[in-house]
């Protein structure tokens, strides 16, 4: 029926799939045919059936390649047998460790394994202990497995740190030749309270220019950016290392960085009160939130103040209060950054840019490193305030890129699939809304269905809705526009410091104010396109193999990225497991996240937790899952549960090493019906903390899919989420923004 190349993903229940190289649909691998491979193994395999969805099923030809990786697990001795239990359930056998193989090791201890033997359809792998990380409970114990249970690069080479070792600890003179000074302009840093290192700076204000027809009012709004590849140049060590990681990664307590701290934290981040290397875009917004003309160039500043969200909201709430005082100089500046705001937030309405409410936590830990309490992080004018300058000058950046058609990591984000519109088409359809998505959908109708929906008791249903139609954003050269932020191009530029793109993004700007072009297959050298620029052949279009080289980076960096996250939900995962497993039996009110064929998943209003309620505790009648409706409705009582729904429940059970809370329901919560809908004005069902973000939700939707074709198998669980350039005063080439 068919023969296919593609990677084993194990499943906790034992049996597996095959993720296809092609592309096509996975290939669902039988608990015995799993027997002689692991999880991540390369083969290739035989579809030799279909079940009644017409979903494949296969038998293993091949093992094309063994994942060399450590396995992490916790040692165990059985019976006088040494073995260790992969901490990823997903390898699905446990592995046995000789005696002479074990090292320093002892029981219950977590553990790095080597495999010496590979399994069999008649034998356990067998392997040996390369690393003894310590205790289970040990402080940071979680995140020392993720980082390896990943693979995340957690130490830098011995290159990298010989040549970090040699930069200077300042800006050197010799460093600022050849760039525009900025020190005087009282740019500033606006960041969280724990921020360490410091990408951005700005600074705006007020701009008139011209008369007439083409006069122009609004603002001028500079964004520096830390200059990373002064000192991280292609092909040597530090670039080498930063590619690999491709991200930085960001856990409670701990970051593992994509550079050296003493660059991250020091020579390129813009502390204050210090000179600092940067790549400015120098634009002017009109008065109504359109960008105007802008320019790149390379400057020396130095921060005026490092400021807080909490500080600059502060200051905007109150211009007489005790903040304000304090930064009376720069009080002018920040009102003017402000006005600017409110004018690209025009903008981005009327451009029909999605943008749903959500709740974002953050998770304090105590010394120990255990949670202590998680809380929503309230977003102010000043976070929105600095969201808004880095996308305009992102927008440039894509801009400026594109107009020379120069090859580039564009950042794009894709609307719905056919086949997710037409399940949203119904879903709003069977909801009775009388509003809908047309077969071409545009941001705005996503947009006007958010704020259509907003005041409705299952707004967050709808809104869940709507995200899980939409794809996830990728880095890749084959421009197709922002879908979510409604952008016909869009690059990341603003976070050199922790995103390899953006670091490109920079060196392809660099590269392009030269008269040169950026060779990504061969980055060390960058032709000179001066006389292509004189005879106008400076922008032939990209080979066929420059653009492969792009696209193996777009997909290297979009497959790191969405490794740096699965990382983090797992230690978060983690977390709340160990911080729940203290509540076992405790009562509290949530509201239902997820509706799925096995289960509900609930999200506790006060702990933003989120936790499994398994079908067979609802009670002795069967459930239906509605898949145009997302909702579970029971056969003989009617009951409907659907996101939004309000219950009552009680911890039952928390799997520490699963990263599984399950629930079960006690009773309807006071006052609430079970299914999130009523009448407009009624009270909003809480918003859940875990599934909002887009990767996330279609994380879980993937492990939703395989935990319902896991069934198969007779189990049910919890699924694991134009213009030519201008020169301006200072010389530099100025450039109008397309029309494209």
Known sequence: MGEAEGVVVGHRDGHGFVKRDDGEPDV??????????????????????????????????????RRKAPIIGRLLNEGGAWLVAPEDRRYGQDILIPKNATASAVAGQVVAVELTEPPSMYSQPVGRI??????????????????????????????????????????RTADMKGRINLTDVPLVTIDGEDARDFDDAVYCEPHK?????????????????????????????????????ATSVYFPRRVIPMLPEKLSNGLCSLNPEENRLSMVCDMLVGEDGELGPYQF????????????????????????????????????????????????????????????ETTETQIICDDNGRIERIVPRTRNDAHKLIEEAMLAANVCAADFIALHEHPVLYRVHEGPTPEKKVTLQNYLKALGLGL?????????????????????????QIHSMLLRSMQQAIYTPRNSGHFGLAYQAYAHFTSPIRRYPDLLVHRVIKAILHGKKYHLANPEVENSAAEGLRKGRANDKASHADIAQWEAAGEHCSANERRADEASRDVEAWLKCRFMRERLGEEFSGTVSAATTFGLFV?????????????????????????????????????????????????????LDGRKIDFRIVREAEGERLLG???????????????EQLAAVETQDRDVKRAARKTRAGAGGRAAK?????TSARGQPVTKRSKR
């Open 28 to 65: 669902y691998i039988s608990q015995q045919e799993m027997r002689s491979v692991l999880h991540r193994d390369r083969v290739k395999v035989r579809v030799v059936r279909f079940d009644r969805k017409g979903r494949p099923e296969g038998r293993i030809l091949e093992i094309v390649e």
């Open 130 to 171: 390369t690393e003894v990380l310590g205790e289970i409970d040990d402080p940071g114990m979680e995140i020392e497995i993720a980082v390896r249970k990943y693979e995340v690069p957690y130490r830098f080479s011995a290159p990298t740190l010989a040549q970090t070792g040699k930069l200077a600890d300042h800006v």
């Open 209 to 245: 220019s011209g008369r007439g027809k083409n006069a122009f009012s609004g603002w001028r709004l500079i964004v520096a950016i830390a200059d990373v590849s002064h000192y991280v140049k292609p092909g040597e060590a530090l670039d080498t290392d930063a590619y690999e990681r």
């Open 297 to 356: 160039y390379p400057a020396t500043i130095c921060s005026h103040a490092r400021l807080t969200y909490t500080e600059v909201a502060a200051v905007l709430g109150n211009t007489r209060g005790p903040e304000a005082a304090e930064r009376a100089a720069l009080v002018p500046h920040l009102l003017d950054l402000h006005d600017v705001y409110r004018a690209l937030l025009k903008a981005r309405t009327r451009r029909g840019a999605i943008d749903f």
């Open 436 to 460: 809908s998505i047309s077969d071409d959908p545009k941001p705005a109708e996503y947009q006007q269905l958010a704020q259509a929906t907003k005041d409705r008791v299952d707004a967050q």
């Open 603 to 655: 999200t506790l209003d006060a702990l933003y937790v989120e936790g499994l309620v398994h079908i067979t505790e609802l009670g002795g009648e069967y459930f239906r899952f509605d898949e145009v409706r997302q909702e579970l409705r029971g056969e003989r009582t009617g009951i409907r549960y659907a996101i939004g729904a309000r219950v009552r429940v009680q911890v039952s059970r928390v799997d």
């Open 677 to 691: 809908r009523g009448r407009k004005g009624e009270p909003r069902a809480g918003v859940a903390s875990a599934a």
């Open 722 to 726: 134009g213009a030519a350039p201008k």
